[in-house]
């Protein structure tokens, strides 16, 4: 008798204790848990110390607030020009409403990557293949602003889409690339012929001052044949028609030298007598 008092002691308590382990549910900051009283909804609970009737009440899952990530995989698309595309994503989402988590779908993990996919290739299929490439992060809050509405409906907002990869058939890539070396070359040529036309209007401001003012040509020569002189050349061919005005005469024939020395020393004081002339009033 006393055993059997003391066997229906021990399975009381064991029952009491299972039924409290299954009566208190610790629930983290960022979790909540459904509360179903014999199969019908009663609520959310968290976060915290829960206790439930442990009889009557079941928790079917737990729904993680946090921002979770799902692969969406490689999807092939035709683009509005017919140009083949493979790309692959990764959706970043939350669950902003647990009720509508817990009852309108089965996975929403599951259901937020099909639908990512749908969305996916039908933007893509919307968009002309120069516009894929030239707006990666623009094609990505597309598809964001198209799905957010979708995962409305069970809770789920969709912070942000990130375009992994996006690959294309090899001769394409081939052609991508000489395009985008014959726009470098277009670039250079136009650059460099902008330099040009800026160096030759500089010339031209350039001959007007000379023009206006010889002096300044007679300097520009004489530092001419200086950086001339400099390099180490056994000959220096100065032109004949050098302006040596402003030269004295010992000076000039020290340049050209030669034959011609008498002839010039004969022009030079013949270009003075000239100027001497002209200076002395009448």
């Known amino acids: 008798m006393v055993v059997e008092w003391v066997l229906a002691g021990f399975l009381l308590v064991a029952v009491a204790a299972l039924s409290a382990a299954r009566a208190v ?62 790309i692959d994503a990764v959706v970043y989402y939350r669950v902003v409403d647990p009720v509508k988590a817990v009852l309108n779908v089965v996975d929403y993990d599951a259901a937020t990557s099909s639908l ?5 290739r039908d933007v893509c299929g919307n968009k002309d293949f120069d516009d894929i490439l030239a707006g990666v992060v623009r094609l990505g809050k597309e598809i964001e602003q198209s799905l957010d509405p979708l995962t409305d409906r069970y809770g789920v907002d969709v912070v942000h889409v990130v375009l992994q990869q996006i690959k294309i058939p090899t001769h394409l890539e081939d052609a991508i690339a000489r395009q985008a070396a014959a726009e470098r070359e277009r ?5 460099l012929a ?27 020569w004489m530092n001419i044949l200086f950086e001339v002189s400099k390099e180490n050349a056994t000959v220096v061919l100065v032109p004949a028609n050098i302006p040596t005005a402003a030269l004295g005469a010992g000076q000039a024939l020290g340049f050209l030298g030669g034959s011609e020395a008498a002839t010039w020393k004969a022009k030079l004081v013949k270009a003075k007598r000239a100027r001497a002339a002209a200076q002395t009033p009448p």
């Open 25 to 86: 549910k610790l629930v983290n900051e960022w979790e909540r848990i459904p509360i179903l009283r014999m199969g019908k909804f009663r609520g959310l609970r968290g976060p915290g110390l829960v206790v439930i009737n442990p009889f009557l009440d079941s928790v079917p899952t737990r729904v993680d607030l946090r921002v979770r990530t799902v692969d969406v995989p490689a999807q092939m698309s035709l683009t509005k020009d017919n140009v083949p595309v493979t």
């Open 116 to 120: 990512a996919q749908s969305v996916l």
């Open 187 to 191: 670039r250079s040529r136009v650059i």
């Open 194 to 220: 902008e330099a040009e036309t800026q160096s030759a209007d500089l010339m031209v401001q350039a001959a007007a001052k000379y023009r206006d003012n010889p002096t300044a040509m007679e300097l520009r």
